[in-house]
């Protein structure tokens, strides 16, 4: 199995920066992406970006695009999600999650039911 512990959340006003981190563990060998997903109240899941271990491939839902930046650090199975210029309606519940499946269409790591195991979530607040 794999693990993943979110963190980085908090109470921020709009224009602000934060940046979450996804510690993974377990069967980290097995992992071929981590997505980054949000869920405000009352809304379903959403993809906000997504990033390959083993290539340069990134993705960001069109809502972040130019504001949130994926990275990672292979050696130390981290994913982090800098976000920056902060809006209200960025306001959520973030889960990072891990995939061990592998596509060529690129667009399959947006989609919730790719992958396989999610962290706890942490909250991100936008004031306004």
């Known amino acids: 199995q794999v693990q993943l512990v979110a963190t980085g959340g908090g109470l921020v006003q709009a224009g602000d920066s934060l940046r979450l981190s996804c510690a993974v563990s377990?069967?980290?060998?097995?992992?071929?992406?981590v997505g980054w997903f949000r869920q405000a109240p009352g809304k379903e899941r959403e993809f906000v970006a997504t990033?390959?271990?083993?290539?340069?491939?990134?993705d960001y839902a069109d809502s972040v695009q130019g504001r949130f930046t994926i990275s990672k650090d292979n050696a130390n199975h981290t994913v982090n999600l800098q976000m920056n210029s902060l809006k209200p309606e960025d306001t959520a519940v973030y889960h990072c999650a891990s995939t061990s499946l592998t596509y060529k269409i690129g667009a399959y790591y947006r989609a919730v039911r790719t992958y396989d195991y999610w962290g706890q979530g942490t909250q991100v607040t936008v004031s306004s």
């Open positions: 990033i390959k271990w083993r290539s340069e491939y990134t």
């Open positions: 377990g069967r980290t060998f097995t992992s071929v992406a």
